[in-house]
C-alpha cells in the first residue's frame, strides 16, 4: 500500500526521524523524498541567515555592538511591543 502525504519543508528533520523510526519497527517498508519546486525560498531562508551572519561580523569588526544590558533591554521593549 503507497500512501502521499505532504509535508512542510521546515518540518524534515522531525519528518525523518518519524519516518526511520517507522522503518525500524517494520511499519514502512521504504520511504522516498520528493522536494517540490515550491519549497526552494528554504534556500533564500539560508542566504539570508547567512548575510545576516556576515554583516554582523562585520559590524562586530567596526565596533558596533550592544552590551548585554543594551539586548536585554531591546528585547524587553521588542517583546512588550507584542502583548
Known amino acids: ?17 518519524i519516518v526511520k523510526w517507522l522503518k525500524e519497527i517494520g511499519l514502512i517498508e521504504s520511504f522516498q523524498l ?6 526552494q525560498p528554504v534556500k533564500e531562508t539560508d542566504r539570508f541567515i547567512a548575510e545576516m551572519i556576515k554583516k554582523g561580523e ?7 555592538v550592544y552590551t548585554q544590558a543594551e539586548v536585554e533591554q531591546k528585547m524587553k521593549v521588542w517583546m512588550d511591543s507584542k502583548k
Open 34 to 39: 520528493e522536494p517540490k519546486e515550491e519549497q
Open 58 to 64: 562585520e559590524n562586530f569588526t567596526k565596533g558596533n
Open 1 to 17: 500500500m503507497t500512501i502521499k502525504i505532504n509535508f512542510n519543508i521546515t518540518n524534515h528533520k522531525k519528518l525523518l526521524g
